[in-house]
């Protein structure tokens, strides 16, 4: 991660290549304050969405809140915090709050999977709650809401997993 300074303010972002065929400053680019550019290359850098996990406190389950997007470029930390947040648990049950997730990449419907597979094969229970239509929609595609359990709110994840 680095830190720039532009003007009176600094701002800490994640720098990736912009998208493939996009040009500089072209409606398909993200546009940036001022000109930043990555001093290693000559043509302009963007910044990548970030994904923010937040562990909330539950004595009964193990309660992740994600926030932002899930892609291919931080898709290898979120595989990283997840496997963290379940690890030495012998039989994990699991909410993942998705309420304040606004995208998933295909990378990040891996790691899902993933994480489906380590829980059932340790014998335990992941639930997935308030899923926005654009994540939502990628399950469905993907035919995922026949592998997970699915759910619009938290009480009702609760009741799947006390049910369990």
Known sequence: M??????????R???ARPLAGAKPGGRDSLALPGSLSNPCRSRPIFPVTM?????????????????????????????QA??????????P??????????????????VFLMLA???RNAGGRLVLCGAQPMVLKAFELSGFTRIFTIVPDLETARTHLASA
């Open 2 to 11: 680095l830190a720039r300074t532009h003007g009176q303010y600094s701002e």
């Open 13 to 15: 972002v994640r720098w």
């Open 51 to 79: 994904l923010e996990i937040i562990s909330i406190p539950s004595g009964e389950f193990v309660h992740l809140q994600l926030r932002g997007q899930i892609t291919s470029a931080n898709a290898p930390e979120f595989d």
């Open 82 to 91: 997840l496997n963290g947040a379940l690890n030495g648990q012998p039989a």
């Open 93 to 110: 049950r699991c909410v993942l709050d998705l309420g304040a997730l606004a995208f998933t990449s295909s990378a990040g419907l891996r």
């Open 117 to 119: 597979k380590q829980v």
